[in-house]
């Protein structure tokens, strides 16, 4: 009895440290800009490894102070622009290294973010085939001791060239201090309405998990 109560506890530890597993790539920049593994999740493919060009087109609205390492899109969204399809990807990562900010400077970064209630300027260039019509911050989603979370919803309506239906996109970026480096890593997804936000935050929650995960040692 004992036994196989014992085996019974055993077992729903192992489904459980199954089910909560992060599924995890793993991608480092070729180029030595960082030497942090960005970790990718599973199903996602980084675009800059595959096409320069538009890896470039893609992230040109941003600062020219960060460098873009990954820029990781769903891998059937990718399969589909191959075969010609430029209507964009609903749901992607862009993993950039910033400038390196000491740990007296992110704590006044957190306490500038507090102070603007998670709500900073937009630097990020909207999906070429869209234009932007409303945004709504999130405000702080999470924080720890070398991490802060914040996000926005776009409200987009379609340009000439574009998609037919207007969409929300939603945006979380996250500030991380790791192994003596600033990233800004964000997770972009399409939602149905701009309160449908939970899927958007698990992304983001398990893409930062599979990067502590990969950059533990």
């Not at 192992?14 to 480092?28: D, H, K, N, Q, V």
Request: proline content about 5%; aromatic content about 10%; overall charge negative.
């Amino acid at each position: 009895m004992h036994r196989s109560g014992f085996s019974l506890a055993a077992l729903l530890v192992i489904r459980a440290a199954i089910a909560f597993a992060e599924p995890c790539g793993s991608l480092r920049d070729a180029r030595d800009r960082s030497a942090i593994d960005y970790a990718p999740l599973e199903g996602f493919v980084d675009v800059c490894s595959r096409d320069f060009q538009l890896c470039v087109a893609l992230t040109q609205g941003y600062p020219p102070t960060v460098k873009t390492i990954g820029y990781f899109v769903r891998a059937e969204e990718w399969e589909r622009y191959q075969e010609g399809d430029r209507s964009g990807f609903s749901r992607y990562l862009i993993g950039q290294r910033a400038s390196t900010m000491s740990e007296s400077e992110f704590d006044d970064f957190r306490r500038y973010l507090h102070a603007q209630h998670g709500s900073m300027p937009e630097h990020t260039k909207t999906p070429t085939t869209f234009n932007l019509h409303e945004r709504a911050s999130l405000g702080i989603i999470d924080e720890t001791p070398d991490s802060i979370s914040f996000g926005a919803v776009l409200r987009l309506t379609p340009n000439r060239d574009g998609p037919v239906a207007p969409v929300w996109l939603g945006s979380i970026n996250i500030v991380l201090q790791l192994k003596g480096e600033t990233l800004t890593l964000y997770a972009f997804d399409t939602l149905n309405t701009p309160d449908e936000t939970d899927g958007l935050k698990n992304l983001a929650r398990q893409w930062l998990n599979c990067i502590r995960t990969r950059n533990a040692k």
